[in-house]
């Protein structure tokens, strides 16, 4: 028998249910005096399909003093240890932002800042045109695009993702103020502006580069391959510019334009400029219709490929609605057209449509129609109510299904945790309660309410993973990985080496993950598998 459960802790006056393997009686025992301080028995047995298993609830709701606490079952099986308390996910939410700034490019990671993750500036030579790369033309123009976040367990930089996570961030912010208030101990902390903007500064400074005279935006600026692994600072390949996609330059003008009414305040002079480059980008959109990505034959760095630039065009509209009011009627007219062609619900950086929603959801009353403000607003809370459906489906209470789990599933169940947030906030009372619920029950299940008993975040619960596939962890000769990081997690058809010798294959999709520093297609991280994590933990922060 086995007994699951969210290994960082409980707020204090939530429903609280871990997952056992069998049927049993079960005592919650208090750490620090080794006694009992509730017990019950488990739920029917529910088969939870993902995992391929059996499981049986144990409600423990009860306990609400704040403590340190673990479950045995009537056989001798211990959970993990847990917490319960009122602000309990502060320190993970810290972690999780902090770990941006170990991802800067371009400057050096001071010990002051980094402890001992610091390292020497990377990647600060000019980087060349794509084509003047397969030319093998002499002294080729170049460019500084030096700055940004690397994408993740590579050296690369995305716009397309960039943007995505820029997105989970800003809005955090945006809604949740109040959780953003400390130093995250970054170069500019005291400064008169929140470290999560400052850090996010970092990376919009970066994209803002990366547009073109034109207002078309480079889809990405990598290496042709990925670097061995060796630290960022030793990678001397030469950064490539690769050709502009409507993707990146939609997804652009949906961030610049957000970020311009965020920074407002604080930075009015970047707030005007990012306006600017926003309308230019959009301006590039009115005159070109969709333009994809591809790698050329034989580069093997990221893709991001996207067929459809819908959604992307719809999050822009709806940013542009909000930025530019003087434009008003295009960007309107534009909104309606292609909010009947999106989904309106996903979060990720294939289909950014629900970040649209989001905008428009969150505007000012009159600044888009009623009614279609209403129509998006009955799609998100269809979604939402699928979302609790599958929930009470699932063994392990996670809005997940077998066929959900692709590569990157935990930024799936974080991003459906952010829908559910949404709802609960365009609600009232026991309904918006339903939601939030909901929304919690995602975040358990990354922190180790899984069929694998893992917290899915370094440094967070007793039995997280260890070993990120990051360059920089996999060479830096310290033992511990940076703390904050979210995996990818759980893959249905893992496709790197170690995962496919490792995990058997007719494998559970919750089961197909390993902590192996090799196995890219379960256990990288990127910044917009943080993201939408920090969005969520900004939620539950508040009131604390
Ligand atoms: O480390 C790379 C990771 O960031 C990518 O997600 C992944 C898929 O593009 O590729 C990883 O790099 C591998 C490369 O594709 C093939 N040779 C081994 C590299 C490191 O495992
Ligand atoms: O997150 C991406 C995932 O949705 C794709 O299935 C996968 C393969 O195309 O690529 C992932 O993105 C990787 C990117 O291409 C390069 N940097 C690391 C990203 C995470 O693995
Ligand atoms: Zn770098």
């Avoid at 330059?249 to 311009?260: E, F, H, P, V």
């Avoid at 992307?312 to 009627?329: G, S, T």
């Avoid at 009623?370 to 799609?379: H, L």
């Amino acid at each position: 028998m086995a007994i699951y459960l969210n290994q960082e802790g409980y707020l204090t006056n939530v429903k609280k249910v871990a997952v056992s393997t069998k049927a049993c009686t079960f005592q919650v025992m208090d750490v620090s005096s080794n006694k009992s301080v509730a017990e019950g028995r488990s739920g029917a047995g529910v088969f939870d399909e993902a995992a391929g298993e059996e499981v049986f609830a144990l409600d423990f709701s009860g306990v609400r003093k704040p403590g340190k606490y673990y479950i045995q079952g009537d056989d001798g099986t211990r959970s993990h240890t847990f917490t319960v308390g009122d602000k309990i996910y502060a320190g993970l939410h810290k972690d999780m932002i902090k770990a941006l700034y170990f991802q800067r490019c371009g400057c050096e990671l001071k010990a002051e800042h980094a402890g001992v993750y610091a390292h020497e500036a990377c990647h600060i030579a000019p980087a060349i045109l794509l084509e003047d790369y397969m030319a093998g033309t002499e002294n080729p123009e170049t460019y500084d695009l030096c700055g940004g976040w690397h994408d993740a367990g590579d050296f690369g930089r995305y716009s397309t993702a960039a943007s995505v996570a820029l997105g989970h961030l800003l809005y955090a912010y945006k809604l949740f103020p109040e959780s953003f208030k400390d130093s995250l101990q970054i170069p500019e902390s005291g400064n008169d502006m929140p470290d999560v903007l400052n850090e996010c500064l970092y990376e919009l400074a970066w994209l803002i580069k990366m547009q073109r005279e034109d207002g078309g935006v480079y889809h990405k600026l990598t290496a042709w391959s990925h670097a061995p692994f060796i630290m960022p600072q030793e990678d001397h390949d030469p950064f490539l510019i690769y050709p502009v996609s409507s993707m990146a330059t939609a997804d652009y003008a949906a961030i610049m334009a957000l970020a311009s009414g965020i920074y407002k305040d604080f930075r009015p002079e970047f707030a005007k400029e990012a306006l600017e480059k926003a309308k230019k980008a959009w301006n590039w959109l009115e005159n070109n219709s969709y333009v994809g990505f591809k790698n050329p034959e034989g580069s093997n760095t990221g893709e991001y490929d996207d067929v459809c630039d819908e959604d992307e065009r719809f999050w822009a509209a709806c940013e542009m609605q909000k930025a530019d009011p003087a434009n008003a009627k295009v960007y309107l007219e534009r909104a309606k057209v292609y909010a009947e062609k999106v989904s309106k619900v996903d979060f990720g950086w294939t289909d950014v449509s629900a970040f649209g929603s989001l905008a428009v959801l969150t505007a000012e009353e009159g600044l888009f129609p009623a009614e279609f403000v209403k129509d998006i607003s009955n799609v998100v809370f269809a979604e939402a109510d699928r979302l609790v459906a599958l929930q009470n489906n699932s063994g392990y209470g996670v809005a997940m299904k077998a066929q959900d789990y692709v590569w990157g599933s935990n930024m799936v169940v974080c991003n459906r945790g952010m829908l559910l947030v949404l709802c609960a906030l365009k609600c009232k009372d026991v309904q918006a309660d339903v939601y939030k619920e909901a929304a919690l029950s995602q975040l358990h299940y990354l922190l180790g309410k899984n069929a694998l008993d893992v917290s899915y975040v370094t440094g967070h619960g007793e039995n997280a993973y260890k070993n990120p596939h990051n360059r920089p962890t996999a060479s830096d000769g310290i033992d511990e990985p940076m703390p904050g990081w979210v995996s990818g997690g759980p893959f249905k058809a893992p496709c790197d080496a170690v995962a496919m010798e490792k995990i058997p294959v007719g494998t559970p999709p919750m089961k197909c993950y390993i902590d192996h520093v090799d196995s890219y297609s379960t256990n990288e991280i990127t910044i917009y598998w943080n993201s939408p994590a920090i969005f969520m933990t900004a939620f539950f922060m508040q009131g604390e």
